[in-house]
Structures are given as C-alpha cells and as structure tokens.
C-alpha cells in the first residue's frame, strides 16, 4: 500500500500545533507495517535552514488557478527512511508566520492544487491520498471535479481526517470562481456551501471516500448538534464512512528513560519520579517537599482547554488543599493575567509559567503527580497520552480522546489509570481533583494506579493498524 500524507505541518520540519505530531509520527508507524508512506508539506520561509539546506530540487510545475498560472517547485529529503516533498512557492509561503493571512484560501487551494500536479508526474504513484485538517481538503473535490479523467490519477481513493472541527477554512463565495475554477452549480448543500460562504472542510466530507477523526468518542460528538460545529448534519449523512481512530504518541520521543530533559531518567520508580519532583520545585522556587502532591498543567490558555473551570475554583483549591500546582502554556490574555494572580496570591503553592519550552514541559510532567485537563472538547489530546508515560495521573473531563484514553480510578476493584468528571462544571472538576488527592494519599492504591498508567501506553503501532485497516476496505 502506497500513502501519500499531506498537511500543513510536520514535525521535525514544522510546528505549531498536534498535527504535526501526527504527521510526524503516523508515517513511520505505517512504514514500520511494511507499507510505503510519504508526506508532502508546503515549504515554509520558518522552516530552520538546516532542513532547507537539505532539499533537492525534484521537478518545477504550472499550477493554475484560474486565470493566474503560478510556479511551484518540488523539494524533497529523505529523512528516517521516508520522502518528504515540500511544495515551494515564496510569494505563498516566504512568511514570518504559517497561518493567519487574507489570502489564506488562495495559499491553500495552490497548495491543493499543487499536491496533484506534483502526483501526476511523480514515478511513485500513491493508493491512498490522506489529507488532514481544512489545508488539504480540496485534493478529494479536486481528484473528483478537475482530475476525474486524468489517466496518472486512476484508482486513488482519499481518507480526510479532521484533527479539530473547529477550524474549518471558511471563505467568501467569490473565490469558488476566481480562485477554484467552479461555476455556480458547486455552491450547493452537498458540495461546499456554508451559510452563503465556502467551506474547504466540507468539500472533504461530501468528497473524500472515508473520514476520520481522532478518537472514537469526538466521531460521534461531532455528529450532534452541540459539538458539530454546524457541519453535524454532513456527518451524519456520511456516519457508515466514519470512523474514529485515537492518536497515539511516539514513544521513543517520549520516553522519561531517555529523555535529556530530564534530572533523574526513570521507567517505573516512583522514587525517582519523587526526585524530579524536588528538582522541578527547586528550579521553580516552590518549597521543597517530596510528599506535597503537585498537579502539572501544560496548554494553550484558551477557553476550550477548560481554563473558565480552573479560574472558577483556583483559588479555592489553593487556599484549603495542601498541594503545589506549575503550569506552562500560553494564550488569551486574561488567562494569563488570572494564573498570574493565582501565583503571586499563593506564591508557595503556584508557579505559572507564561511561556513554550518543550523542555520544561517534559520536565513538568515527571516531576508531577497528577495532571489536569479539563477540556470543553478535545478531540483526542496528546497532554494526557504523554502524563501517562510519565506516569502522571490525569485530571480529565470525559470528552472525546480524554473519554477514550483515560478511565476513573476505582478504589474497590483497583483498575483505572486516571481520575474523570462527566459535566463542564467547575465544581464537579474540584470534587474530583479533591478524591486525587485523596488517593494520592492511600499509598497501596496510588502503587496500583501507578501499575496502571505502566500498561495503559498508547503508541502509533496500534492506531496504524487500525489506519491500514481501513485503507484496505478502501479496495476490496
């Protein structure tokens, strides 16, 4: 089986958000279950220069659209055992930013565009064009509309997966004919209207042969009117060509046994758990203490990460729990400025960290023992997958990825790996913050937790079979 990937982001290349992890990760898992899978990326003026001193020129391209016939270039490195191809255009992607521009909908129906010229004339012919997210999802309207009849093009099916349905790619319908080539009869409900715009993602789901999301539990979410983002009719209309499939996380990248951000490396000690522990709070200037439980929190400041909840009730927490609480992320401002009271009111028991450094974060999830997340939606989350490799105890709210991966403990019988609430309310995720302290206490049932969160490890070896899977039902 031949896979080509195609994104906007990918790790080691290019980052800004989980997608890149993905499509960092998932190729490498496929290509390890003997199937030849590729990636292509715009090429990006931030990409660091030694990956662009790598590159080699493959091939040049006219991409049209429209009337405006623009070049493209195709790079490509082998990195890891696996092709990479980067779509360069500098009046496209010479930026100081990836995203955020007013001529996003020309940048990406290029992109998409560009994806299939470079198909038709690569040796290598894929059986399987996976798209990902909103800046993809014109390659199945497209190999359907415009590429139906092209010969190099026969045969392949496409797989979208949305990674957050939030964020959809929605434009003024002005570019379906000075940009997409389209007359009038595409501005319907089955192909890309939206509410008397054009919707990019929407054109994948009414066009791609199968859709995926990141968890079993978003893909039916999505399908309601309360998660569905105003796309959940589409999804159900398509819900036997659904399927939720739970990312997972490269296990080698993390890895509290080797990773060099790290103090004390361990694999299963608690005692040298406790020690990074002590390292993180002298680091951080928070009093010394190996028995004080301390709850991590690594994020993006913004609503759907559950941060009304924590202002809700932080101060509270810190006012009446012994505990230690550190937190790392960046975002809306009055979230930042509403953690930075919460430190300076308590600063014994909070550091809040107003920053990205992938290394603290890995230090904050081994020297915690608890992690929280109490996401509005989530459609799979890699902060809990990774607390659990660390062996921090998630704080969860029972939404999408969250519901799929973690699973209250339960004192009686001793299984769970993690600590959950049902409803977005601040209350019940105090309630159940207090109950983790209260384990975290009981030192034979935090030993069985710990025993727990060891087994339930969630690699890309799983989700790629299950990925591989459905490619197969594709062709049968």
Not at 231 to 255: A, C, P, Q, S
Request: one cysteine or more.
């Amino acid at each position: 089986m031949n896979v080509l990937m195609i994104g906007s982001e990918c790790s080691p290349f290019i980052k800004t958000g989980g997608l890149a992890d993905v499509l960092g990760s998932l190729p490498q898992a496929l290509q390890e279950q003997g199937q030849e899978v590729r990636v292509v990326l715009p090429k990006y003026q931030e990409m660091k220069e030694e990956w662009k001193q790598q590159l080699t020129l493959l091939t040049t391209l006219n991409v049209q659209l429209n009337w405006r016939n623009q070049y493209a270039g195709v790079e490509y490195i082998e990195y890891d055992g696996i092709t990479y191809y980067f779509i360069d255009n500098e009046y496209y992607f010479k930026r100081s930013n990836l995203y955020g521009y007013g001529d996003e909908a020309e940048r990406f129906i290029f992109f998409n565009r560009a994806v299939l010229e470079m198909v038709k004339e690569l040796d290598w012919k894929p059986d399987v064009l996976h798209c990902h997210d909103w800046h993809a999802a014109l390659v199945p309207l497209y190999l359907k509309t415009h590429y139906k009849d092209v010969e190099e093009l026969a045969g392949m099916k496409t797989v979208f997966t949305i990674h957050n349905l939030k964020y959809q790619g929605v434009f003024p319908d002005s570019v379906l004919h000075d940009l997409m080539d389209f007359d009038e009869t595409m501005k319907t409900e089955e192909s890309l209207e939206f509410f008397g715009n054009i919707n990019f993602m929407k054109a994948a789901l009414n066009y791609s042969d199968f859709i995926t999301t990141v968890s079993e539990t978003y893909a039916n979410e999505i399908q309601t009117p309360y998660y569905g983002e105003n796309l959940d009719g589409v999804l159900r209309r398509r819900t036997d060509e659904l399927v939720g499939i739970v990312n997972g996380i490269n296990d080698k990248e993390y890895d509290p046994m080797k990773d060099e951000a790290l103090a004390f490396p361990y694999r299963s000690s608690l005692i040298k758990k406790r020690q990074n522990k002590m390292w993180l709070q002298q680091e951080l200037g928070l009093p010394i203490n190996k028995d004080i439980p301390v709850i991590g929190i690594v994020s993006r400041l913004v609503e759907q990460k559950g941060f009304d909840l924590i202002g809700r009730i932080i101060d509270e927490l810190l006012y009446h729990e012994d505990l230690q609480i550190v937190l790392l992320g960046t975002g809306e401002y009055h979230y930042e400025q509403m953690l930075q009271w919460a430190q300076d009111r308590h600063p014994e028991k909070m550091s809040t960290n107003i920053t990205f450094s992938d290394r603290l974060s890995r230090q904050i999830y081994a020297g915690s023992d608890l992690f929280l997340m109490p996401s509005r939606f989530e459609p799979c989350g890699i902060g809990q997958l990774i607390a659990l490799r660390y062996l921090s105890a998630p704080i969860v709210r029972e939404t999408g990825g969250l519901a799929d991966t973690v699973h209250s403990y339960d004192l009686e019988t001793g299984e769970g790996n993690g600590f959950t609430f049902t409803n977005y309310n601040a209350h019940d995720m105090l309630f159940t913050i207090r109950r983790a302290l209260e384990i975290y206490q009981d030192k034979a049932a935090w030993q069985q937790l710990v025993k727990n969160m060891v087994k339930s490890q969630f690699s890309w070896k799983l989700s790629a079979a299950q990925y591989l899977e459905l490619y197969e039902t594709m062709f049968e």
